[in-house]
């Protein structure tokens, strides 16, 4: 089995891929299950109803995942509550919109996606360590495989993250810093594990942001409206492969694609 997951949409470049690509994407991978966080996908922040309407007309994709910025369009919250492929992360205090996790099924397997955000630098939301425990236990009988989205700012964290649901977890995996790490591994209780995907959207900008801009902001140290870069595009994930027989994780292909 492939599990392909695709990171962080950023904006109409990002959103433009999507819609247009994630069928010859996913074939391409030979994905057999595809997760993409949107979190960005409105002008570099949050998800307009309208922008996750399109979203889930896209078919190629199974489950989108979010993070902090999922509430900043606030006609989301309709959106959210009536579908389970849009999860939120899941330790946000009660009551909220939404789910922050859903099991989704591909042909006999179950496969359980849990959408967390870390608190290092990030709000000061439940704690993600603790949060999985009890999911986990939720989640457990009612899923062959289980993926997580540990959205998060901290490095250290992430990877902290990944040993504490290592054996528990299929596969973790980072988003939120828009920058593909480099340190993809099976963990040794046979979690697939990488701190962060990357991003799909601007390749030419800072993370997703006018370049100028960002410059201009560390030169003079005042903030001015970021803007979504203009300039070549970038689909940046990873395939988690897992054997067909015991739903283990053995391999990881990490994913990137420059559009001009």
């Known amino acids: ?5 695709l990171g962080d949409v950023f904006g109409r470049p990002g959103r433009g891929i999507i819609i247009s690509k ?8 030979r994905a057999d299950f595809l997760i993409v966080n949107c979190e960005n996908a409105s002008g570099g922040s949050g998800v307009s109803a309208i922008n996750a309407g399109e979203l889930l007309a896209v078919k190629a994709v199974d489950v989108y995942t979010s993070g902090n910025h999922i509430w900043d369009k606030k ?8 579908t389970d492929r849009i999860i939120r992360p899941a330790n946000y ?15 006999a397997v179950r496969i359980g996606v849990v959408n967390l955000s870390g608190t290092a630098f990030m709000e000061p ?8 425990d009890e999911i986990y236990e939720k989640i457990h009988p009612l899923s062959d495989v289980i993926v997580v989205d540990f959205h998060a700012e901290a490095t250290s964290e992430k990877i902290a993250f990944g040993y504490h649901a290592d054996g528990r977890a299929s596969i973790v995996y980072g988003t939120h810093t828009h920058v593909q790490t480099n340190d993809a591994r099976i963990l040794d209780g ?10 799909t959207g601007p390749y030419d900008g ?5 370049r100028q801009i960002i410059v201009k902001n560390y030169i003079t ?3 001015s409206r970021y803007e979504t870069a203009d300039g070549r595009t970038q689909l940046n994930g990873a395939v988690f492969v897992l054997d067909d027989a015991t739903l283990r994780c053995t391999g990881i292909e990490l994913v990137r694609e420059i559009y001009e």
């Open 1 to 5: 089995m492939r599990i392909l997951a």
């Open 125 to 132: 939301l439940n704690n993600p360590f603790l949060a999985f």
């Open 206 to 210: 800072v993370i997703g942001v006018d």
């Open 22 to 29: 994630a069928g010859e994407i996913r074939a391409k991978y």
């Open 190 to 199: 046979g979690t697939g594990y990488l701190t962060d995907i990357g991003m």
């Open 75 to 82: 006609d989301l919250n309709n959106v959210i509550q009536e």
């Open 221 to 223: 140290q005042r903030r």
């Open 93 to 107: 205090p009660s009551p909220c919109p939404g789910k922050g996790w859903a099991v989704f099924r591909l042909g």
